[in-house]
């Protein structure tokens, strides 16, 4: 199985900060990686899919890139609402696998 | 506007069964692949098996493989989780998902509110 380690865990910043989170793969998955951010209480949301693709409805401060083992979820410049749980996910096999989850606080 | 509304969540003891539905609306259900998700409490996200858009081509997590089962009605706009030997870790809200494609190696762009299934005696 394909793991995914994100990082980090725990991440806390400003409202204007930038914001990086990264995934790593234990094996090369090509550019099959999505990320969602999900809410208390909620379901997840599809933010990004193909490494870099911006969903449709997400605000364009979220940008996605990488290829192979190394992918980066960016938030240009963070704003209150993007307080979250963050996934990556890979989809080059089965089983389908997600990572463990960036917890974003706003400060 | 697509819909997706699980049911049939509940309390169950352990090696137990459990058929948890997934009522499609909005979209043409033949035309994409659906999973199930899962997310135990104060966990993270666990993909627990997809199924493609014609229904020929099921796959599973190795935690559910043997016990699970996947299926679909296209006609009556339904995907199904047919759970069998329940166990306590199987505890979680399961989440029905729409995959942006007929593959199931595809993105969710679509979620359900969930369904909460509690494996206890």
């Known amino acids: 199985d394909i793991q995914l380690t994100q990082s980090p865990s725990f991440l806390s910043a400003s409202v204007g900060d930038r914001v990086t989170i990264t995934c790593r793969a234990s094996?090369?998955?090509?550019?099959?990686l999505a990320w969602y951010q999900q809410k208390p209480g909620k379901a997840p949301k599809l933010l990004i899919y193909?490494?870099?693709t911006l969903q449709s409805g997400v605000p364009s401060r979220f940008s996605g890139s990488g290829s192979g083992t190394e992918f980066t979820l960016t938030i240009s410049s963070l704003q209150p609402e993007d307080s979250a749980t963050y996934y990556c996910q890979q989809l080059n096999s089965y089983p389908i696998t997600f990572g463990q989850g960036t917890r974003l606080e706003i400060k | 506007e697509v819909q997706l509304l699980e049911s049939g969540g509940g309390l169950v003891q352990p090696g137990g069964s459990l058929r948890v539905a997934c009522a499609a609306s909005g979209f043409t259900l033949s035309s994409y692949g659906m999973s199930w998700v899962r997310q135990a409490p104060g966990k993270g996200l666990e993909w627990v098996s997809g199924i493609s858009g014609s229904g020929d081509s099921t796959f599973y997590a190795d935690s559910v493989k043997g016990r699970f089962t996947i299926s679909r009605d296209n006609s009556k706009n339904m995907l199904y989780l047919q759970m069998n030997t329940l166990r306590a870790d199987d505890t979680a809200v399961y989440y029905c998902a729409k995959c942006i494609s007929w593959d199931t190696r595809a993105s969710v762009d679509h979620w359900g509110q969930g369904t909460l299934v509690i494996v206890s005696s």
């Open positions: 193909g490494a870099s």
């Open positions: 094996q090369g998955i090509i550019s099959y």
